[in-house]
T-cell receptor, first 114, second 114 residues
């Protein structure tokens, strides 16, 4: 398996533009997580899905952020409109069912909003 | 509620010396405990986990961790540090009781000096 695949690896956009980050989880994994990593706040859980259904989006910072998982092999995180304070590395992770399962992380998308 | 504390932001150790990265946790029941490592410009990688059984868990790259229930700790150790071990290390916990997301610590930056 190729692991969790995120695209793009880097994104530079202007303030006010829409940004879409993409994630393909590992086949057979039932859970998908979106995280944001910054120097100031560390690793923050934004939202997670179980069997394509959003379970907890309490970590989504504002209404400008939205996430979807239309099928078991694809998820998107959208920011509209983007702001400079959204600049961070965004990670996607997936795992199997079963509490003992660990996460597999993607390589992340480094977002810079100028 | 679940929580993890990594009391040291930075740990410096000389190459060849033993290293310890500290982690304490809080859960309502029994814990699943994990260590992840993040190298520059990479996603988090699984190192090892404690589920049940032997309190000493061995993982990747010669790392091990000791589960101590009375002290609610899960410190990461390695007998002889390598310069290539320099990275950011995260401890994470989840309660046995449910399928809640892992709670991650803030991370400890390990620098191994030649």
């Amino acid at each position: 398996d190729a692991g969790v695949i995120q695209s793009p690896r880097h994104e530079v956009t202007e303030m006010g533009q829409e940004v879409t980050l993409r994630c393909k989880p590992i086949s057979g994994h039932d859970y998908l997580f979106w995280y944001r990593q910054t120097m100031m706040r560390g690793l923050e859980l934004l939202i997670y899905f179980n069997n394509n259904v959003p379970i907890d989006d309490s970590g989504m910072p504002e209404d400008r952020f939205s996430a979807k998982m239309p099928n078991a092999s694809f998820s998107t995180l959208k920011i509209q409109p983007s702001e400079p304070r959204d600049s961070a590395v965004y990670f996607c992770a997936s795992r199997e069912s079963g509490g003992a399962s660990g996460y597999t992380f993607g390589s992340g998308t480094r977002l810079t909003v100028v | 509620a679940q929580s993890v504390a990594q009391p040291e932001d930075q740990v410096n150790v000389a190459e060849g010396n033993p290293l310890t990265v500290k982690c304490t946790y809080s859960v309502s029941g029994n814990p699943y405990l994990f260590w992840y490592v993040q190298y520059p410009n990479r996603g988090l990688q699984f190192l090892l986990k404690y589920i049940t059984g032997d309190n000493l868990v061995k993982g990747s790259y010669g790392f091990e961790a000791e589960f101590n229930k009375s002290q609610t700790s899960f410190h990461l150790k390695k007998p002889s540090a390598l310069v290539s071990d320099s990275a950011l290390y995260f401890c994470a916990v989840r309660d046995w009781g449910g399928n809640t997301p892992l709670v991650f610590g803030k991370g400890t930056r390990l620098s191994v000096i030649a």
